[in-house]
């Protein structure tokens, strides 16, 4: 897109690998962890990507788009829900929730 809005993927996998450490560092679960790490790592790809290390501008289809982002994505979704049913079963064991 020449003149739209362009989705910077860099910054949304940095801000989604702090994140994911943060909600390691609240919860203790170790899912977390490792989806920092992996998205951490991503956008390090990512990096390499744009600066046209890993591929001279000619790549017409990427993994990444195809499998690496939306495995990332899914998964990240997957423990956002599994964390918050869990944690909304807690509340209602403990009697505090709806």
């Excluded at 982002?69 to 909304?88: D, E, K, M, Q, V």
């Amino acid at each position: 897109m020449k003149n739209g809005a362009v989705i910077q993927p860099i910054p949304i996998a940095l801000l989604l690998a702090c994140a994911m450490g943060l909600g390691w560092r609240a919860s203790g679960r170790r899912g977390f962890a490792v989806l920092a790490l992996c998205w951490a790592a991503y956008a390090g790809y990512e990096t390499l990507m744009f600066r046209r290390v890993l591929c001279s501008g000619e790549c017409n289809i990427r993994v990444d788009l195809l499998l690496i982002y939306p495995a990332l994505l899914g998964s990240t979704l997957w423990l956002g829900l599994s964390t918050a049913l869990r944690a909304r079963r807690r509340r209602r064991a403990a009697g505090h929730g709806a």
